[in-house]
């Protein structure tokens, strides 16, 4: 009896006993730790790494430090960490082979740093770039108008062009005139010269037949008759000169007339169709847009082929299959019914501290038959609420996501097409909500974003690169201080149907109208003037080319009068003997008749 | 060199065999083949390990027995499988299960697995045959190589009054 008190007796087995409970200690603790990095990574798909486990079986509290999720990609580097996972495990499920934690609080939270060498191999990916070329905008917003604007746009370059002035009346008639006096001048000077070579000829020719009057007695006989065929012929070229400046001037008169149709004319060459504002709207926005939207899209259907694939994949360790006998309810693996969070994260380049609960979050579901909530708050310079369900209980999955955010700082944007129109949104402040629903491939729900102290910054193509349609819009768009957006969402996952409204659109139609309306006034004044100089032009040039041929035909005329004249007086009809005259004296029978 | 290599099979067979009766080599093997057959993560196969740690039988055959039927488990399994399927929807015995299942540690016990279920049925079943012939079997070994020089002229410590069979 006496060896139960004694220390050789009691000190070899407490030492025992407490060599078995650190042992069990040890134990539990690299047991729950292997146990959370197995079921985390089955569950995420990604490596879970834990720096210490440690676990109070007396106050049913686990612990684990030094939480990192690995990137699926770089296995080195992880995405999310964690300082601390306090967890406090219900233990009668325990008995039942369920893990249920009551309560947690997961602190210290924080998100690694964007790799922007990532983001920037993904933006070169081709897959990528082929889907910056609008056709990601046209698959979430489809007929949202790119064409509509591209084509208005073509158009208004086209409108603005300066070569136009040969489409003006006044220009068209100016060269109509140039070119009909053009003809009637070489005509007159054929007419000259022709009168100018019979003349001659008719010189040579008399001289040859006065050399040898008998011989051409014919010719001297029909000269003066040819004389004044040529005098005539002078004489109506003298009258056609003479009136040359009467016709000039009825041409100039018509040229006037028509100068008054220009103004009406390069009104209408100039005359646009106003730019349907919410198809602008659509085109600035579409594409932007699109981009984030299809950044939710896929995460939204990589939790659901995430989820879909666990509940699919049979456990490769698994052997034989788990019988549910009648009456036995399947129950899920593990449930966290309650985890609060708290971490850090850069929002809109801000960094932001944030709360947050996870309730309900469970290794099956469907099993579990409650909707996962996530409720998170960030206060400071960014407040943000969002709340997101993940329902799984059901047929079909259904997610929902509600965001308030107010007083998000955001960064620049550039909207739109710099080789058309594009506007450089400045950093701005503003307001963002929305509520998404996506039922099975159902998308519905509104997106709405309220900037203020906006500052736009329009950029036009080459084509518009004019400097007075951008200082004008510049301008125009200056006035504007805020902007509201809204996305209608609509459609499935995989053929999304949604609308964009926005003021912007508005904005910016009104002052690429009002830009547009005061260039194709200068454009038009500007094209105005340069017809006029051109008008004015060619008929200083016609009427000078018509006095120096007047002035040239008349000399020449009067020189071939000159010539003529001597030829006329000389040239009288010869009253010869002739067989005519003397067969007529001669008696009818006589020989020499 | 010969009898060197015997008397490295007689070290070899004795570290297995020696001091140990044939009946403790079967029940040790036999442990050991039902520990093989049924898979290791429930408390049914950590109660046949401590089964095997508690009797007075050959561990270290026993856990060669369990290595050796684990390895065969892959041939093994989709029999057991089709077992313990069978046992595990004999309609009159549902609700003893689901009590049973129901019980405090019942899941942790691993019985609905129909692989644990088949294999500690193919296991006991085999376990009395497999039994007698390991001991008919380890009989004729050590009969062979368990006899040490001058055991005949009970020089042998084992043989000496006292010694454990």
């Known amino acids: 009896m006496m060896r139960f008190l004694g220390w050789q007796y009691w000190l070899p087995r407490g030492l025992t006993v407490a060599v078995i409970a650190l042992a069990a200690h040890v134990a539990l603790g690299l047991v729950a730790r292997s146990a959370l990095m197995r079921s985390m990574s089955d569950y995420l798909g990604s490596q879970v790494r834990v720096g210490y486990s440690r676990v109070v079986p007396w106050e049913h509290r686990v612990v684990f430090k030094n939480l990192q999720v690995a990137d699926p990609d770089q296995r080195n580097q992880a995405i999310l960490e964690a300082d601390c996972c306090e967890l406090l495990v219900s233990p009668e499920p325990l008995l039942h082979k369920q893990l249920v934690v009551q309560t947690g609080r997961l602190t210290g939270i924080h998100f690694a740093p964007l790799d922007h060498s990532r983001v920037e191999k993904q933006a070169t990916n081709p897959k990528s770039a082929s889907l910056t070329d609008g056709s990601m905008g046209e698959k979430w917003f489809p007929g949202y108008g790119r064409e509509a604007n591209t084509r208005w746009l073509a158009q208004l370059s086209t409108r603005l062009q300066k070569d136009t002035t040969a489409r003006l009346a006044s220009v068209q008639r100016v060269e109509a005139v140039a070119a009909s006096w053009s003809r009637q001048s070489a005509e007159l000077d054929q007419q000259s010269e022709q009168l100018s070579l019979e003349t001659k000829k008719l010189e040579e020719a008399y001289a040859a037949a006065e050399a040898n009057p008998l011989r051409n007695d014919e010719f001297l006989n029909a000269i003066p008759r040819t004389i004044s065929e040529l005098q005539a012929q002078c004489m109506a070229l003298a009258k056609k000169l003479e009136t040359l400046p009467e016709k000039l001037e009825a041409e100039r008169r018509s040229v006037i007339a028509a100068r008054r149709e220009d103004e009406q004319s390069a009104k209408s060459q100039l005359l646009i169709a106003p730019i349907d504002s919410q198809n602008l709207s659509g085109y600035l926005l579409a594409d932007s847009a699109a981009r984030s939207l299809d950044d939710l899209a896929a995460i939204v259907q990589g939790l659901r082929e995430s989820s879909k694939n666990r509940s699919l994949a049979p456990a490769a360790h698994k052997r034989g299959v788990d019988v549910l006998f009648a009456g036995c309810k399947p129950e899920s693996d593990w449930v966290i019914e309650n985890l609060e969070l708290q971490g850090t994260a850069r929002i809109a380049g801000q960094p932001t501290e944030w709360q947050g609960v996870l309730r309900d979050f469970s290794s099956s579901p469907a099993l579990h038959r409650k909707t996962l909530q996530l409720r998170l708050r960030a206060a400071g310079p960014v407040p943000l609420e969002l709340f997101t369900t993940i329902d799984r209980t059901g047929q079909a999955p259904r997610d929902t996501i509600v965001l308030d955010c107010q007083g998000i700082r955001l960064p620049e944007l550039a909207l739109g097409n710099t080789q058309e129109l594009a506007v450089s949104v400045g950093p701005s402040v503003g307001t963002l909500s929305a509520s998404i629903v996506v039922e099975g491939e159902k998308l519905s729900g509104e997106i709405q974003l309220v900037q203020r102290n906006v500052r736009l910054l329009p950029t036009m193509g080459n084509k518009l690169a004019d400097e007075a349609i951008a200082s004008s819009l510049e301008e125009s768009l200056a006035r504007v201080d805020s902007l509201a957006t809204r996305i209608t969402l609509g459609g499935t996952l995989t053929q999304p149907r949604c609308t964009v409204w926005s003021t912007l659109g508005p904005a910016v139609a009104e002052a690429i109208q009002h830009a547009a309306g005061k260039a194709g006034n200068e454009h038009r004044r500007a094209l105005l003037v340069e017809a006029g100089k051109q008008v004015d032009e060619r008929l200083t040039l016609i009427e000078r080319q018509m006095t120096d041929l007047q002035s040239s035909h008349q000399s020449r005329i009067a020189d071939l009068a000159a010539r003529l004249q001597p030829l006329a007086s000389s040239a009288v009809p010869r009253d010869r003997l002739s067989p005519e005259r003397l067969g007529r004296r001669l008696p009818n029978n006589s020989l020499f008749r | ?165």
């Open chain 2, 1 to 165: 060199m010969v009898a060197e290599s015997i008397s490295f099979i007689r070290r070899s067979a004795n570290w297995f065999l020696a001091s140990t009766a044939p009946s403790q080599l079967a029940i040790g093997f036999t442990l050991g083949m039902l520990i093989g057959f049924v898979p290791k993560t429930n408390l049914i196969a950590l109660s046949l390990c401590i089964l095997l740690f508690s009797l007075r039988c050959n561990k270290g055959l026993g856990l060669a027995s369990a290595i050796l039927f684990s390895l065969a488990a892959p041939w093994t399994d989709p029999f057991a499988h089709k077992l313990g399927l069978m046992a595990l929807q004999v309609d009159t015995l549902q609700s003893t299960y689901a009590a049973a299942f129901r019980l405090p540690f019942g899941p942790w016990w691993g019985f609905h697995n129909t692989v644990v279920a088949g294999g500690l049925l193919l296991g006991i079943y085999a376990a009395i045959p497999v039994y007698f012939l390991s001991r008919i079997f380890f009989s004729g070994v050590q009969s062979v190589f368990g006899q040490k020089p001058g055991a005949r002229l009970g020089l042998d410590p084992e043989r000496q009054p006292g010694a454990t069979e």
